[in-house]
């Protein structure tokens, strides 16, 4: 059964900082490119998700959308089967609910239930 499984998520202040992590089982993850997304309210269909980072199958290729970059980095431990989040000088703009996605070469993807993030003094 695969599952893929956000947690770390939670209320920060603007400016403070968030690690999230994606466990994963029932597939092999290191042969699946993996990515973050999030959703915010109002865009409430999947394909309304803004994809955030990206990391390729190894964790030598990442990529970032400009909203996140030099603020997020994405990073993978193959031997656990966990993808990172590392969420630095959080946003008010950056509150979401933020989605893991495994996807492999030939377009098989998974994804997480998601975990909330709301930056909020």
């Known amino acids: 059964q695969v599952q893929l499984v956000e947690t770390g998520g939670g209320l920060v202040q603007p400016g403070g900082s968030l690690r999230l992590s994606c466990a994963t089982s029932g597939f092999t993850f290191d042969l699946y490119d993996m990515n973050w997304y999030r959703q915010t309210p109002g865009k409430e269909r999947e394909q309304e998700r803004e994809?955030?980072?990206?990391?390729?199958?190894?964790?030598?290729?990442?990529k970032y959308a400009d909203s996140v970059k030099g603020r997020f980095a994405i990073s993978r431990d193959n031997a656990k089967n966990t993808l990172y989040l590392q969420m630095n000088h959080l946003k008010p703009e950056d509150t979401a609910v933020y989605y893991c996605?495994?996807?492999?070469?030939?377009?098989?993807?998974?994804w997480g239930q998601g975990t909330q993030v709301t930056v909020s003094s």
């Open positions: 996605k495994a996807v492999n070469r030939v377009g098989l993807d998974y």
């Open positions: 994809l955030v980072a990206e990391i390729s199958s190894g964790g030598s290729r990442t």
